[in-house]
């Protein structure tokens, strides 16, 4: 009660740094937790006695905002990743083919006829997702099986993927250089996990998810500390939480989403639900945004990209 809220007050030259400051100052619905989601990720990547988990949904990898996910993991801002199968797929077809601004009202019909497929306002020629995806992905596991690999987690998958057929673009080529860990529970829903499924019908090739679980095992009990950066929700979320747990939680937790909290969905569930189970601490610093990650995710996290924070 006795910080008072105060105005915008925009100069010429104002950096993100500074709007991130001023929206602490105006304290705007979404804009104090903005302000509050860029100073707990400061203080997370700042800690070099925390394990930091950053996982997101395939969605915002069709976007430009996969150039922001590229650079924290270029420069090792995040310690550990949990996403999913589509994030594979976006990150290799776009390390080849490019992908196209649409709008959300559009004929569907129509792309359909034409070969298009839609994600939101983001357009998806066939030729640059399914076809260049089976290409590459083929190439790969060909070679691997030539090279005596029968069988693979999805860590060591990722960073094959990486290490192979991806391009400095991509977040898995800077994943598997930095030799920072990618683990996708749910590997065969996906373009990828198709192909893998594919090529399974005619080799004895096997993906040991068990292995991963192990790794993650071992990550989580010699931390010291853990925090995340959760994007949106579903199996990258819960995974990330669910293994948080056996260490009392996460001790930093910064939620994006879109999702309604009232129907029950781990999707939409805020901090303060994983705190009940023992996913987050007590005691942790948290803030839940609500909104789409494609605004705030450049927001909190392009001061520390530059330098600025």
């Avoid at 709007?19 to 400061?42: D, H, N, P, R």
């Amino acid at each position: 009660m006795n910080v008072p809220v105060k105005d915008y007050r925009p100069f010429k030259g104002m950096l993100i740094r500074d709007l991130i400051k001023q929206m602490g100052e105006a304290w705007g619905f979404t804009a104090g937790k903005i302000y509050l989601g860029a100073e707990i990720l400061k203080k997370m990547v700042d800690d070099d006695r925390c394990v930091k988990f950053l996982s997101f949904p395939a969605s915002i990898v069709a976007t430009g905002t996969r150039g922001i996910i590229k650079e924290m993991v270029k420069k090792s801002l995040v310690d550990v990743i949990i996403t999913t199968c589509g994030t594979l797929d976006h990150d290799v077809a776009r390390s080849w083919r490019s992908y196209y601004r649409g709008v959300f009202r559009v004929d569907d019909k129509e792309l359909h006829r034409r070969g298009i497929n839609r994600i939101g306002n983001i357009l998806v020629p066939n030729e640059s997702y399914g076809l260049i995806i089976e290409e590459k992905v083929n190439v790969l596991l060909n070679d691997l099986w030539a090279e005596g690999v029968k069988e693979i987690s999805s860590r060591e998958f990722c960073w094959e993927i990486g290490r192979r057929i991806c391009n400095e673009d991509s977040i898995l080529y800077w994943a598997s250089k930095n030799r920072i860990p990618v683990y996708v529970p749910s590997l065969t829903d996906g373009a990828v996990g198709y192909q893998l499924w594919l090529f399974s019908q005619d080799h004895q090739f096997k993906i040991n998810v068990l292995r991963d679980e192990a790794e993650l095992n071992d990550i989580i009990f010699n931390a010291d500390r853990t925090g995340a950066l959760i994007i949106g929700g579903g199996v990258s979320k819960h995974h990330t939480i669910w293994w948080n747990q056996f260490k009392g939680g996460l001790d930093y937790a910064i939620y994006i989403t879109t999702a309604v909290e009232w129907d029950g969905s781990l999707s939409g569930a805020r901090v303060q639900e994983a705190i009940s189970w023992g996913k987050v601490k007590e005691e942790a610093k948290y803030v839940n945004i609500e909104g789409d990650a494609t605004v705030i995710l450049p927001l909190i996290t392009i001061p520390l990209l530059t330098g600025e924070a």
